[in-house]
């Protein structure tokens, strides 16, 4: 397969693995619907030309689906009334592209594609042409003094909602932990709402979490809302006294409270710095509250070994707008988000095709703590950091104990972080491990390690 | 301390091993960096509330005790957090034994990852277009087989989570998933079907282990010696035997019943001594099973006893011309008991009519020609029957002819498809004849061609079994012959889910050359005058699902070859 996409690689954009085209599926379902697609029956009119692949589906009405693909960015469009992104229709197309080529011949794209790829593509050189700043400037708002108001007017709102939070935390802990045990939700959904209505969105989702700590019933509820409680105590005191912290950490505090920073502006802004570097995509992730599908994508410079992390959001009917299957390697642009410890990055310019890439190198398990405890003293309100750990062995949950990842010394171990434990990714892991050290990606922090990746040798997400 | 995933190698007061963290309410608030009290002393504090204890932390001026408390557990949390040391390490599984096999074609490896998440879909909604992944996987998996990969590791829970919803799946599942699924079934419950014993001869010891054979055979479970056995049988059958006669006195009735079975796997009459011996076991479905294994065996004592009991109820009659006339036995006799008869029949059957059907399915047809004056197979059955016994006569050859897997025998009994009244003739009212068993003595294309003129004369309404023991991928002319009966349905104006059964065992079963052919069908036609309304829709649709289905096997069979995609 390797040696296939090299072989088709062209000028516009080369023939992806059925693996990439898998990865951008936003659930199982849409997986097996796409593999279903896959199979030159229900297809008429399919080509492709290099750039773009394109196809008639039949449904279950008269008129078949248009169904086209813009392979570079990537983007779909398809006349199907599905919500998910991509549909199966896409996928399925563009399983059949890369599964066989002659049933998606090469060509020129007919009249119900043309138009919409000449607009992606049109949109593309525009951005392209644009001058950095450029962009910028259109986005300024019309009045900056408004502007510059409001957002007073915003931290003012945030201020006072994180005085009455510190309020709230102090009488907890006046009147004691234990009135809290098993308390009712509404209690921490008032305050929660407070926050929301104070604009701290990132407040608000810590209130909530405290409350789920608190009726947990597990057995070391006291401590874990303790520690929730203090860490919160702490990121209202970092944002009451933000004038006298340090610029980066400042901004880390922000970003917590919930405070966005444009993405546009990282990238073209007047104060934009990006990376440049082959970045290795390590993770791929999607979760979903029901509302909002968030993607995240892990990546490390080969140049720099700086982590990235590239969020993006989806639901209501806005998609996700980046795939990024694990393995690639992506020459591109990134900007990091401000922080004491930036590691939230956004997506810049990108300079080549991805193209496979190789099995990362990693560290032991102390290098892996000991580099979550050094992020830590940048932002202490870090759950987790990401790691590669290489030549580690998972090792299976023994009376009482849990799964681990041994070192290859066979003495020092990670535990499994317990939310792990239950998923399908764990078996998966120690299938590919068979007992023998394996490369895995994931995320080690103060409850255990996650693993997102595991490398067989070409990755498999978990 | 409970929130802290590894166990700190020294004692609880760890030392950082980093500096403590420059954090905002440090910054912001405390200048002198407090004495750490203890993490489980700041809990206690803060379980009772600070207005009934104070807690061990100092204030700052016009500080409240509950606000120092969450200042100084904040730097608690973080200082542990960021102190973690590793734990010790637990014992390390014995890695799983070296699987030599190659992998699977990339293609091939995908393919399975999707057969194998559609698994339990569809549901009980309406077809469409698009193929029934749940019935490829297990032809992907017997297709797999031939080859003689590797399952990858990713796909190892799924395919064993596959083998435990489904048993049907569970050998061709486990001979791919090979010995790493064991190594990893013994680590999970739910896979602890996998330890006993249908993985072939992969869990089987080897010709040059003899010692591990007997120890496996000795202790192992039920099912595991079932397989042994069978692999055993397989692999040098008097070994298998010699295996199973040093145990045989000393095991349970119901296990003795399902070795025997296990001796069907190359039965010679090598194995008569023993079954003979099996005929005087105390259980009587032990004896009945060994009975039917001799008789299996038309050279066997048991066959020649029968055969002289039988023609004894049988001859040649000359009344106005030849007849076959019939005296059943008055009897059942010991001897006959011990040979297997059963002695009661089942209500609503005569006795001597029950009897005279196991003496005959049991008796060596070739004895028939010296009985019947050098008359074959043919001949014999279009002699007239005395009495109305010709049914019950002809199904007991017919049952002979399976048992003794006589091909000559089972082509006179099938006769000639396209005959008229081969429908009626086939299974007379009254006859419990099984002619797709039957069918299964021929050889495989003539199986094939006979069903394809049965269905060419009678269409698909009772051929559905008949199809079902053809073998897979159907020879033509068999596969044109349904495809033309298909079309002639569709013409006829019926619903295409009267052909369901039909419909989806073409999909498993036409050539995937076949395709093309039935490309032609998919298009919607002119609905013919009478038709059930929308029946030409729907036929378009199954056609188009057929043809969808037959171009992916062809795909998997390419893929599995390496030949595509790779």
């Known amino acids: 397969m390797a040696g296939r996409s090299v072989e088709d690689m062209n000028p516009q954009g080369e023939r992806w693995t059925t693996d990439q085209v898998l990865a951008l599926a936003p659930d199982d379902a849409s997986r097996k619907a796409g593999g279903k697609l896959a199979a030159p029956g229900p297809w008429s009119e399919t080509g492709a030309d290099g750039g773009a692949v394109w196809g008639l589906c039949k449904g279950s009405g008269k008129k078949p689906y248009q169904t086209v693909i813009d392979v570079t960015g990537p983007a779909f469009t398809c006349s199907c009334p599905s919500r998910k992104f991509p549909c199966k229709h896409a996928l399925g197309l563009l399983l059949l592209w890369a599964g066989e080529g002659e049933t998606v011949p090469a060509g020129a794209p007919p ?10 593509r049109e949109k593309a050189e525009r951005a392209a042409a644009t001058p950095a700043g450029g962009g910028g400037a259109a986005r300024t708002p019309s009045d900056p003094e408004a502007a510059r108001r409001r957002a007073e007017r915003r931290l003012e709102r945030i201020a006072s909602g994180a005085t009455e939070l510190e309020q709230r935390l102090e009488d907890l802990l006046r009147t004691g932990l234990t009135a809290a045990e098993g308390g009712s939700y509404r209690q921490w959904d008032e305050t929660a709402a407070r926050m929301v209505d104070a604009q701290a969105p990132g407040l608000a989702s810590r209130v909530r979490e405290l409350g789920s700590v608190a009726a947990s019933g597990a057995a070391d509820w006291p401590a874990r809302l303790l520690a929730e409680c203090a860490l919160l105590h702490l990121l209202d005191q970092g944002f009451l006294g933000r004038e006298r912290l340090p610029a980066p950490l400042a901004a880390t505090v922000r970003a917590r409270i919930g405070l966005t920073t444009d993405a546009a502006e ?12 082959r970045w290795l995509v390590l993770a791929q992730q999607d979760s979903d509250d029901g509302r909002l599908t968030t993607r995240r994508i892990f990546l490390r410079g080969e140049r720099t070994g700086r982590m990235a992390l590239h969020l993006s959001f989806g639901g209501g009917g806005r998609p996700l707008d980046l795939a990024l299957p694990p393995g690639l390697v992506l020459d591109a642009d990134l900007a990091y988000y401000p922080g004491a410890r930036p590691l939230r990055a956004a997506l810049g310019e990108r300079h080549a095709p991805a193209a496979p890439g190789p099995v990362p190198p990693g560290c032991g398990v102390d290098a892996a703590l000991a580099a979550y405890g050094d992020a830590l003293r940048d932002d202490p309100w870090l759950e987790s950091w990401p790691v590669v750990l290489a030549d580690v062995t998972p090792v299976p949950a023994r009376d009482g104990s849990g799964w681990q990842l041994a070192d290859a010394d066979g003495e020092s171990a990670l535990p499994l972080d317990p939310r792990f434990l239950g998923r399908a990714g764990l078996w998966q892991l120690a299938a590919i491990s068979g007992g023998a050290p394996v490369t895995v990606f994931g995320e080690c922090g103060h409850r255990g390690f996650v693993p997102l990746t595991v490398w067989d040798p070409t990755p498999v997400s978990l | 301390m409970t929130t802290t995933p590894t166990t700190p190698r020294t004692t609880s007061s760890t030392t950082p091993r980093t500096a403590p963290p420059t954090t905002p309410a440090a910054a912001a608030a405390a200048p002198k960096a407090p004495p750490a009290p203890a993490w489980e002393e700041l809990v206690s504090a803060a379980l009772l509330g600070t207005d009934r204890r104070t807690p061990p932390v100092p204030l700052r001026p016009g500080q409240s005790p509950s606000a120092a408390l969450l200042d100084a557990a904040a730097v608690s949390t973080v200082r542990r957090r960021a102190a973690l040391r590793p734990a010790p390490a637990g014992e390390r599984p014995a890695p799983a034994p070296a ?21 339990g879909g569809g549901g009980g909604s309406r077809r469409g277009t698009t193929p029934d992944l749940t019935e490829l996987l297990p032809q992907w998996l017997a297709a797999a087989q031939d080859h003689g990969y590797r399952a990858p590791g990713a796909l190892l829970p799924a395919l064993l989570d596959a083998a435990r919803a489904r048993t049907d799946l569970r050998p061709a599942a486990l001979a791919l998933a090979g010995p790493r699924a064991l190594w990893l079934a013994r680590l999970n419950d739910d896979w602890k079907f996998a330890l006993r014993g249908f993985g072939g001869t992969a869990a089987v010891p080897g010709p040059e282990a003899p010692e591990g054979v007997r120890r496996l055979w000795e202790e192992g479970l039920f099912a595991e010696r079932v397989s042994l056995l069978t692999a055993l049988r397989r692999r040098d059958a008097a070994a298998g035997l010699g295996l199973l006669a040093t145990t045989w006195a000393a095991e349970r009735a119901e296990d003795r019943l399902m070795f025997l079975d296990a001796l069907r796997e190359c039965l010679s009459s090598a194995d008569e001594p023993f079954l003979e011996q099996a005929l005087s076991d105390r259980s009587r479905n032990v004896r009945a099973t060994a009975a039917e294994l001799l008789s299996a065996l ?7 006893r029968m055969a002289r009991r039988a023609t004894a109820c049988l001859g040649l009659g000359h009344g106005p011309g030849p007849v076959i006339t019939v005296e059943p036995p008055r009897e059942c006799d010991a001897g006959m008991e011990r040979d297997g008869v059963a002695p009661k029949p089942p209500s609503g059957r005569g006795r001597g009519a029950w009897w005279l059907g196991q003496l005959l399915e049991a008796a060596p047809l070739h004895g028939w020609r010296a009985v019947f004056e050098g008359r074959g197979p043919a001949e014999i059955l279009a002699l007239p029957v005395a009495d109305d016994w010709r049914t019950e006569l002809h199904d007991a050859w017919c049952r002979a002819a399976v048992r003794q897997r006589d091909a000559t025998w089972a082509r006179a009994l099938l006769g000639t498809p396209a005959a008229p009244a081969q429908a009626t003739e086939a299974a007379p009212t009254g006859s419990s004849r099984d002619v797709a068993k039957l069918l299964t003595v021929l050889p495989e294309d003539e199986r094939a061609a006979w069903v394809a003129q049965f269905i060419a004369a009678h269409g698909l309404s009772d051929a559905f079994r008949m199809l079902g023991v053809c073998g897979v991928p159907w020879a033509e002319p068999l596969g044109r012959s349904v495809v033309d009966a298909l079309d002639i349905a569709r013409d006829a104006g019926s619903y295409p889910w009267s052909f369901s059964g039909v419909m989806g065992l073409a999909e498993r079963c036409l050539d995937p050359a076949a395709a093309d052919r039935l490309d032609m069908l998919t298009a919607v036609t002119e609905e013919p005058e009478g038709a059930s309304p929308g029946s030409g ?30």
């Open chain 2, 99 to 119: 699987d030599p096999r190659p992998p699977l074609p990339p293609a091939a490896r995908r393919r399975l990852s999707l057969l194998l998440a559609d698994r």
């Open chain 2, 298 to 304: 038309p050279g066997s004592a048991l066959a020649a």
């Open chain 2, 537 to 566: 829709g729907y036929w378009s649709e199954a056609f188009v699902r057929l043809v969808g289905t037959l171009r992916l096997r062809a795909t998997m069979h390419a893929e599995l070859s390496g030949g595509a995609g790779s």
């Open chain 1, 111 to 120: 009249e119900w594609a043309g138009p919409w790829l000449a607009g992606r």
């Open chain 1, 266 to 277: 990282l990238l073209t802004g007047p104060e934009a710095a990006t990376v440049r570097d």
